[in-house]
Nanobody, 117 residues
């Protein structure tokens, strides 16, 4: 079992930037990683993902503003968030999915991101 721990959340003004980090307890070299977010009154949304080969995908709401990256040597995943909007306010979860799985089976504890207007 790979444990994931997020950090970097906090308060930021609209238009500002924030960088989230995800530390894994084991190797993530062969794991697709991503970031989910959950906001009250909204569906849980996969905002970004990155495959073991480094291919990235973004939700329409995040495209052009967010960048996901990974450092396999450090077992780290990052989410750079720019031009933040109040609607980005949510708990952000680092997630991982093994090649043989359909669901994301590794989840972090979440980190709160609050964007003020």
């Amino acid at each position: 079992q790979v444990q994931l721990v997020e950090s970097g959340g906090g308060l930021v003004q609209a238009g500002g930037s924030l960088r989230l980090s995800c530390a894994a307890s084991g190797s993530i070299r062969s794991i697709t990683m991503g970031w989910y977010r959950q906001a009250p009154g909204k569906q849980r949304e996969l905002v970004a993902r990155i495959t073991s080969g480094g291919i990235t995908n973004y939700a329409d709401s995040a495209k052009g503003r967010f960048t996901i990256s990974r450092d396999n040597a450090k077992n780290m995943v990052y989410l750079q968030m720019n031009s933040l909007k109040p609607e980005d306010t949510a708990v952000y979860y680092c997630v991982g999915r093994r090649l043989t799985r359909v669901e994301y089976d590794y989840w972090g504890q979440g980190t709160q991101v609050t964007v003020s207007s």
